[in-house]
């Protein structure tokens, strides 16, 4: 998985893309398995079609060579596409330093839950008009995702030189060695690292959770005050009694809620 502001290529295959709003998600797409022989199958039989179309455009005055060389066109442009999908995927090697590459299947799990909390915070927008500026929001988010990519990298560096590490540690060396005591504080050093770099993710990811949350709650509550605010005018209007204090939540105090979460996302 590769997080980036910019473009990524792909040297071979397909990627699948997700944007969430600067940042672009490019995950590489599983190649589709058809043979040489079954592509050239498919292109067989897309061939009489097109040669009905050929015979068509010239029938109707269009020159022929044009309606051949358009034809042509979308075989090859057919043939391209599926010999493409048929390989493995590999990424070009981002040279842009703001782009995060994940590997590991737990950073890439983190961060794949982030992008659903953060497509759920994305969507209580339109009902927190007037509460919260969508603008400094979506750079508070994207802001967030960014530290989020950067910290998991960084994390999952972690991981692999723990595991060489402990292998050098569980080597056959003396106790006394000095090699061995600097690889022991090194051990240290790393899962001390390694400890400050979850936490700075889980306090991310807590922060997007924790916005989403709020803006959803307040939007249910808003519906709920309104369905008690509609219940109330039409009990009024059959029994003839009239109309008590509204009995809706008041959403007053919610809304320093709602705001606290995204000061929080982003602090």
């Known amino acids: 998985m590769v997080v980036s502001a910019y473009p990524i290529k792909a040297r071979s295959g397909r990627l699948r893309r997700t944007r969430t709003g600067t940042l672009t998600e490019f995950v ?12 050239m199958t498919y292109l067989a039989r897309l061939a009489l079609p097109l ?5 068509v455009l010239s029938a109707f005055g269009m020159n022929w060579w044009l309606a051949v060389a358009a034809c042509t066109s979308v075989a090859a442009l057919v043939w391209r596409r599926q010999a493409r999908a048929a390989q493995p995927a590999a990424l070009a ?3 842009d330093p703001g782009s995060r590459v994940l590997w590991t299947e737990p950073e890439r799990a983190a961060f794949e839950g982030a992008l659903v909390a953060s497509r759920r915070v994305r969507r209580t927008w339109p009902a927190l008009a007037g509460m919260i500026d969508p603008v400094l929001a979506d750079r508070s988010l994207n802001r967030a995702l960014d530290e989020l990519a950067e910290t998991l990298a960084r994390r999952q560096e972690l991981r692999r030189l723990r595991a060489e590490l402990a292998a050098v540690r569980e080597a056959d060396i003396p106790v006394d060695s000095p090699a061995r005591s600097a690889v022991a504080e090194q051990c240290e050093r790393a899962d001390e690292s390694w400890r400050e770099a979850g936490a700075a993710a889980n306090r991310i990811l807590r922060s997007i ?5 709020a803006g959803e709650s307040f939007i249910r509550e808003r519906q709920v005050a309104a369905t008690a605010r509609y219940a109330e005018r039409t009990l009024a209007r059959v029994t003839g009694a009239p109309a008590v204090t509204e009995s809706g939540p008041e959403l007053a105090d919610r809304t320093e809620a709602v705001i606290a979460a995204y000061r929080d996302l982003a602090a």
């Open 209 to 213: 959770d924790t916005a989403a949350r």
């Open 51 to 55: 040669v009905l179309v050929t015979a």
């Open 93 to 95: 090697v981002p040279r």
């Open 28 to 39: 590489p797409r599983p190649p589709s398995g058809r043979s040489r022989e079954e592509r």
